[in-house]
Each structure stands twice: as structure tokens, then as C-alpha cells.
């Protein structure tokens, strides 16, 4: 088969271009830098010439993969009836609302279950779920030699604190004291419990406060986006909760254990916690979390159940993993055996501790977990099952 993949310099790009080459696939790789996300002529134009391309008189390109969903791939790809398969690993991710979503030659999947599972219900029927994926062999490359060296570190915590331009929430200075007191009070309710969604409950947030806070909130509309200020406003209290939760949650176990911190430059780093800058996707983060004793998952709220890629990427490296809790992660690997999963901030301060003193648990779980992920969630298999669905869709 060929692909046209479109890249847009993704960390993990050439995972997916090898994985697509060793599945047999003949990759072509096409990069532009588009000046709309809703709809780019340019763009549209330069990907409509590739995709008109013809061998014998028959479509040079069997369909066109992408990280993420772009709705201008999307439109040429409608245009010239070929299948658009892409995987969306953010979140949130503002193309979802995308009026090109509902595009028939589109293969969207998402990572989180229950938002394909939403999206589905609101008749999003192009709407798929697949969880992430790991390129294996080079994980397994990347961490050669690493397993008689000593740990490099206690606590490890690869991740963004949010501490930046992007923090909505703090920046809506306006809201009414009653409205804004309330929502303060679930965001830090929230945070004591890890992996159970308080804001997208009705009985804890209602449509009315959300239509409420609408009133003094302005989300931007466009002709390309259909914006849903109920799932807007909801991301936007759920971001603030990791935004708070993540430097706190590195304060409170820096106090007892030697707590290190892989992150940008501009964040500000928590007390006590040991700060290294930014770690490169494919030269340095496998050899980390194979170095560290425990490795911290803190997912991000704005994910409701799906399995975060740094999940599989520190498993897939043979780290040992403590996560939040997340439905999906619960459901598809055994806890206390392949990973631990903690279910509050006390919670994952005693596993932390209970864990940096049982060497052998430790390393069985982390073996346990590597094999697991090794063996279920290598991207060849991934892709492989995505396109397998094209074709049941094609008959």
C-alpha cells in the first residue's frame, strides 16, 4: 500500500514513517506549514496535486495518515476520494470540532474511549477509538546496556506544570464572586481524587453554571469550527486542576524523597524538587525511565479515560511506572503487577515510599509491564488494526 503521510514535525514522526515502511507500506512524506488550521488554499492546493497523482490510470496513494486530524487534509481528501486515516494524541484538541469532522472519507481515532464514545453518540459516525503505541524495536535499542547501571534517580517526573500563557482560568478575572468561589471549590475537590471526572457530572457542575460562565467568557467562533462551549468551559476547569495538582503533587513527595523533574525552562520549578529542562522524545526519555527507580504519571484532566502516551513510552522503556488512576489504564494492565496505580495524593505519596524500598517488587513489576506494552502496543500492531478497519469499511 501507499501512504501519504503528512507530517508536521511531531515528536514522534519517524515512528510512525518506520512503522508504516516495516508493516510494507511505501511511504511518502509530505510537510507544509499551513496558515489556518480551519482551511488553508494553499495547503489544500499543494495536497490536492499529490493526490491526484495516477500509476496505470488508478489513484497513486492509498490513503493519507497523519498524527492528529487536520481539516484541510481532510477536505483534499474528500475531494479526491481517498481515506484519511489519523490518530489524535492531544488533548484537548480543538480540530474535533471541526466542521470537516463528519467528512465520509475520514478515519479518525482517538486514544480516550469515552470521547470516541461521545462523539459517536452525537452522530459522529468517522469518530474510532485505538489506544497509543510505541515503536519497540528502538525503545528496546535506546535502553541496551542500561540494566547493570545504577538508577540515576529516585522520583522522575517527565511532564509540563501548564505554567503558562495558556492558563485560561486564571486569567478570567471577572467572573462573579459566587460563581468563581464554586468553581475553586470543585477544582480543589477535584484534586484529592485522581481518575473520577467531578466537572463532567451535572450534579456537580450544571449546564446552568456552565451557560453562566459563558455569559462573561467569549470562545471565538469561526465559520470552521462548531465550538461547544460545554465541553470548552469543562476543559477549561479541568486544565487548572492539573495546572494545580502537578507542581503540588512534586512539593509534597520532594519533602520526603529526591524528586527530579524533566520540563521546559519557563516553568517554575516546585520547592524542593530537582529541575533538568527539557528531555528529548527520542535521544534521552527512554534512557530516563529506564534510570529511575519510580517514574510519575500525573495525566492531564482534560483526559477522561484514555491511556496517556507517557504511560506506554516509561513501560515500553522498562521503567517503573506509579500512575493516577484512569479507566482505561485500570482496565487493560493489572495493578501491582505490570504498574501501580494511585488513587490520591496520600495514596501515591505511601506507594512512593513503599516502592523506593522493595528493589525486587519493583523490578518485577517494571519487567512485567515492559513486556506487556512490548508485546500489545507496538505501533505496527496499532496501525495494523486502524487499517484493517479501512477495509471492513471499504466492503
Known sequence: MRVLYYTWDEFNAQDGIDSFREMGCDVTA?????????????????????LRKKE?????YDFVFS????????IACKKTDTPYLCLVFDSPFLPLTSVEIDNPRNHIYT???????????????????????????????????????????????LGTL???????????????????????????????????DMIGEESVVSAAQIARMHEYVNIQRTEYFTMDENIVLRDLLRKKVTKN?????????????????????DQKIPEGVRAHGFADYYREMPRIFHRAKINLNLT????????????????????????????????????????????????????CAYYLT????????????????????????????MLDQILVDRQ
Not at 470521547?115 to 519497540?136: D, F, I, N, W
Open 30 to 50: 509530505i510537510r507544509y506549514e499551513w496558515q489556518n488550521l480551519g482551511h488553508d488554499d494553499t495547503f489544500e492546493q499543494a495536497l490536492l496535486e499529490e
Open 300 to 351: 492531564l484532566r482534560t483526559i477522561i479515560s484514555g491511556i496517556p502516551l507517557r504511560v506506554l513510552d516509561v513501560m515500553a522503556a522498562g521503567g517503573f511506572l506509579i500512575t493516577t488512576f484512569q479507566e482505561e489504564v485500570a482496565a487493560r494492565f493489572a495493578d501491582g503487577e505490570e504498574l501501580v496505580i494511585a488513587t490520591t495524593p496520600e495514596d501515591l505519596l505511601e506507594k
Open 162 to 196: 501548564y505554567d503558562d500563557e495558556y492558563d485560561f482560568y486564571d486569567q478570567i478575572t471577572y467572573l462573579p464572586p459566587d460563581l468563581k468561589g464554586y468553581f475553586d471549590g470543585v477544582i480543589a475537590a477535584q484534586e484529592h481524587v485522581f481518575g473520577y
Open 111 to 157: 486514544f480516550d474511549r469515552k470521547q470516541a464514545q461521545m462523539m459517536r453518540a452525537q452522530g459522529h459516525e468517522t469518530m474510532h477509538y485505538s489506544p497509543l503505541g510505541v515503536k519497540g524495536d528502538r525503545v528496546r535499542r535506546m535502553t541496551e546496556g542500561l540494566e547493570n547501571k545504577p538508577y540515576a534517580y529516585d522520583i522522575c517526573f
Open 358 to 385: 522493595h528493589d525486587g517488587e519493583r523490578e518485577r513489576i517494571a519487567a512485567a509491564g515492559r513486556k506487556k506494552v512490548l508485546e500489545h502496543y507496538d505501533y505496527k500492531q496499532i496501525l495494523k488494526n
Open 67 to 74: 498524527y492528529n486530524f487536520f481539516p484541510v487534509v481532510s
Open 245 to 265: 495538582e502537578r507542581p503540588k503533587l512534586l512539593a509534597m513527595l520532594a519533602k520526603y524523597f529526591q524528586v527530579d523533574l524533566y520540563t521546559r525552562k
Open 56 to 60: 496505470n490510470g488508478a489513484p497513486y
